[in-house]
C-alpha cells in the first residue's frame, strides 16, 4: 500500500514569514501532488510534479512553489504566508496514467495556520 | 470534468448495507466515476472506480446504471471505522506524460453509522 507522509503535522506561522511544507513518499509512483483543504469545503489543486526536477501549476498557484529534487520528496513553500493560506494541506502520489494509475494515495495532512 | 451530485448526509446503523448514490447525468464517454473517502483529520482514502461495468473490492461494490448517468456504492455491513464522507467523482484520464490527476472534490456525503 502506498505510504505518503507529511511533516509537519501542524505549523502555526506568521504573516510574511517563509514556510515550507515536506512529503515523502515510499512508492516510486511518479506524479505527487499538493491539494489544500478549506474548513468545510473540498480539496483544490495547488502544484503538481510528474517527474523530478519539474513542476507543474495546479489551479490555484499563486502564492506557493514547489519543488521536487527527487522521485520521493515534494515541497511546497509559501514563501510570504498571508491569512487567506491557513488550510489544510495534503500531499499525494499517483503512479501514472491510465484510469487505475491515476489512482491518488494521500498523506494525512499539514494544519497550516498563519496568525 | 462533468460535475455530480450527492446527498449532503446519510445515517446508517452497524451491520446495515449502506447505497450510497450519485447522479452525473453529464458524464462524458470517457470519464471514470471514482470514489474516495475521508474521515475527519485525514487525508481521502480511495474506494473505487468504474467505467461501465459495475465493479467489486474489499471496501465496496460499485453499480453504474446501463445509461452511466448514476452510480451506487454500496457499503455492506458497514462498521464505525466506515463514518465519513464519501466523494463520487469523474475523470478523464490524461492523455499525456504532462497531465495531472486531477480529481475535483466536492461537499461529498457525510456517512454516519451509529451502534
Known amino acids: 500500500e502506498a505510504a505518503v507522509t507529511q511533516s509537519p503535522r501542524s505549523k502555526v506561522a506568521v504573516t510574511g514569514g517563509k514556510v515550507t511544507l515536506s512529503c515523502h513518499q515510499t512508492?516510486?509512483?511518479?506524479?505527487m501532488y499538493w491539494y489544500r483543504q478549506d474548513t468545510g469545503h473540498g480539496l483544490r489543486l495547488i502544484h503538481y510534479s510528474y517527474v523530478a526536477d519539474s513542476t507543474e501549476k495546479g489551479d490555484i498557484p499563486d502564492g506557493y512553489k514547489a519543488s521536487r529534487p527527487s522521485q520521493e520528496n515534494f515541497s511546497l513553500i509559501l514563501e510570504l504566508a498571508s491569512l487567506s493560506q491557513t488550510a489544510v494541506y495534503f500531499c499525494?502520489?499517483?503512479?501514472?496514467?491510465?484510469?487505475?494509475?491515476?489512482?491518488?494515495?494521500f498523506g494525512s495532512g499539514t494544519r497550516l495556520t498563519v496568525l | 470534468d462533468a460535475k455530480t451530485t450527492q446527498p449532503d448526509s446519510m445515517e446508517s446503523t452497524e451491520g446495515e448495507t449502506v447505497h450510497l448514490p450519485c447522479s452525473h447525468a453529464?458524464?462524458?464517454?470517457?470519464?471514470?466515476i471514482y470514489w474516495y473517502r475521508q474521515v475527519p483529520l485525514q487525508g481521502p482514502e480511495y474506494v473505487t472506480h468504474?467505467?461501465?461495468q459495475n465493479t467489486t473490492n474489499s471496501m465496496a461494490f460499485l453499480a453504474i446504471a446501463s445509461d452511466r448517468k448514476s452510480s451506487t456504492l454500496i457499503l455492506p455491513h458497514v462498521s464505525l471505522r466506515d463514518a465519513a464522507v464519501y466523494h463520487c467523482?469523474?475523470?478523464?484520464?490524461?492523455?499525456?506524460?504532462?497531465?495531472?490527476?486531477?480529481?475535483?472534490f466536492g461537499e461529498g456525503t457525510k456517512l454516519t453509522v451509529s451502534s
Open positions: 453529464t458524464i462524458s464517454g470517457n470519464e471514470y
Open positions: 499525494a502520489s499517483s503512479p501514472g496514467l491510465g484510469a487505475s494509475a491515476e489512482t491518488l494515495y
Open positions: 512508492n516510486n509512483h511518479d506524479y
Open positions: 467523482i469523474l475523470r478523464a484520464p490524461a492523455l499525456n506524460q504532462g497531465g495531472s490527476a486531477k480529481l475535483i
Open positions: 468504474g467505467l461501465q
